[in-house]
């Protein structure tokens, strides 16, 4: 796959512009791909160029689920016309179109299914995701991946939130008047749920909760319960990034994989060689990190993933140094660039994603 530089969107985007504007636009951006949002968490969405905040109110599927492809979880999903309507304008217009899929994070599928929802380390419900060792969750996220590659054609599949679910995803807050550790955070995401326990058992959950420290264990001494931990992880998520790559290739797409987050958080939601083996590319998911920091994040998630991928990054105001920052990303390696988000940048970020393009391109190898 050659990623090359592409930029997210959301959905309703459409609203503002239409289809083959929008696709005329990314490409007057100097993109050549475009990641839409076909199945998102909820989230509020600050869109100031059209002056407007959109509220997803509950996990969205964009389209009308195919409902034979789907095993027990089923998930709801509303067709956007808008969307097929830029599909189409995609491929007149010579933009590659990416459908970006937000997997296990969907809070009324966990709550519907509570057998297959992720927990927290003291067995409490995680509430916003499916973990990856439930056969129903894997079977579940094969089905979307492929509805949505039936459906829409993709050149790839991005997905987002295909691994074990870290202490704090997207959309929650935790409440606490002494923050957790950074090693309360890390365990404390730990799910052993039925399914994790049986390949776990009850004695890594003890060890891992008397590692964890306040609020949970007292703290113990067990650094080897983090690479043990981690083992399983990828094993287990090897296992769901096979079943989901090879439902989106029998629809003739590729499946791209996020990882992100720092590299012991990664690495305990399942990141490793093995698991995102099967994956025909990876998406290295940095966000706001800029600088010495978006280098040493991008080198740490490639390490850990043992081979390179894209990285995606966000606009920030001010933030003066974006060119150089892509030049360095290209010349360590960095397959492709996928600039965050097309729907959140305001006006004067614009030129900014052209400057990035540009920079991509200029610093690729021909
Ligand atoms: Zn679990």
Redesign the pocket.
């Known amino acids: 796959m050659n990623a090359g530089v592409q930029v997210f969107v959301y959905p309703e985007e459409l609203d503002h512009t239409g289809p083959s504007d929008l696709a005329a636009q990314v490409l007057e951006l100097g993109c050549d791909a475009v990641s839409v949002a076909v199945a998102y968490h909820p989230a509020r969405r600050v869109f100031p160029r059209h002056r407007r905040v959109s509220v997803l109110t509950r996990s969205t599927l964009y389209l009308e689920p195919e409902r034979s492809r789907y095993g027990s979880v089923v998930p709801t999903g509303v067709p956007w016309e808008g969307l097929l309507r830029f599909r189409e304008a995609c491929d007149l217009a010579g933009l590659r179109f990416r459908a970006w899929i937000v997997g296990l994070h969907n809070g009324e599928l966990a709550a519907a299914h509570p057998h297959a929802a992720?927990?927290l380390l003291d067995g409490s419900p995680a509430g916003h995701s499916l973990?990856?060792?439930?056969p129903e969750a894997v079977e579940y996220l094969a089905a979307l991946a492929g509805d949505v590659a039936a459906q829409l054609s993709p050149e790839a599949v991005d997905l987002e939130a295909g691994f074990?679910p870290a202490w704090e995803p997207s959309y929650t807050l935790t409440l606490a008047l002494e923050p957790l550790s950074e090693r309360a955070r890390l365990l404390g995401a730990q799910?052993?749920?039925?399914?994790?326990?049986v390949f776990l058992g009850a004695e890594a959950q003890a060890r891992a909760y008397a590692a964890a420290g306040p609020p949970f264990g007292a703290g113990a001494d067990d650094e080897g319960i983090l690479a043990e931990l981690a083992a399983a992880r990828a094993a287990s998520a090897a296992q769901l990034v096979a079943a989901t790559a090879a439902s989106v290739h029998a629809e003739g797409s590729l499946l791209r994989v996020f990882a992100s987050g720092p590299p012991e958080q990664a690495a305990l939601q399942g990141v490793a060689p093995e698991s995102v083996a099967a994956a025909d590319a990876l998406l290295f998911g940095c966000g706001p990190l800029a600088g010495d920091e978006l280098l040493s994040r991008f080198a740490d998630l490639r390490t850990l993933a043992g081979r390179s991928g894209s990285v995606s990054t966000n606009w920030i105001r001010g933030r003066t140094a974006l060119v150089a920052d892509v030049e360095r990303l290209v010349a360590a390696g960095a397959e492709g660039l996928a600039l965050y988000n097309l729907s959140l940048v305001p006006e004067a970020g614009l030129e900014a994603f052209r400057a990035a393009a540009q920079a991509f391109r200029g610093a690729v190898p021909a």
């Open positions: 992720a927990r973990c990856p060792s439930a074990y799910c052993f749920c039925e399914s994790c326990r």
